[in-house]
Nanobody, 125 residues
Framework: QVQLVESGGGSVQAGGSLRLSCAASGRTGSTNCMGWFRQAPGKEREGVAHIYSDGSTDYADSVKGRFTISRDNAKNTLYLQLNSLKSEDTAMYYC???????????????????WGQGTQVTVSS
């Protein structure tokens, strides 16, 4: 199994920055996908950013150019740098890990089976 623990959330003003961390433990070698999701009150959970075993990344259109996902394999830690924060970024942010496959279009599809407890990000204007 894989255990994930998020940290780094908080309350900031619009335009500010935060860095979220996700500490992974257990059989992390069994996963080749890691990502960040978020869920705001009254809204559906959405994917924010993903990183794959080859280091490639994907971002939701709403955060491109503002958020950066990265990974430190030696520390088994995933990060999400959130810059230029907007009020609509307010949500509970979750770290996830799983297994993916590459389709005929060379797109990686991840099935996330492991989730952290979440860390709250609140952006005030």
């Amino acid at each position: 199994q894989v255990q994930l623990v998020e940290s780094g959330g908080g309350s900031v003003q619009a335009g500010g920055s935060l860095r979220l961390s996700c500490a992974a433990s257990g059989r992390t070698g069994s996963t080749n996908c890691m990502g960040w999701f978020r869920q705001a009150p009254g809204k559906e959970r959405e994917g924010v950013a993903h990183i794959y075993s080859d280091g490639s990344t994907d971002y939701a259109d709403s955060v491109k150019g503002r958020f950066t996902i990265s990974r430190d394999n030696a520390k088994n830690t995933l990060y999400l740098q959130l810059n230029s924060l907007k009020s609509e970024d307010t949500a509970m942010y979750y770290c996830a890990a799983g297994v993916g496959y590459v389709d005929s279009w060379r797109k990686t599809h991840c099935g996330y089976g492991y989730w952290g407890q979440g860390t709250q990000v609140t952006v005030s204007s």
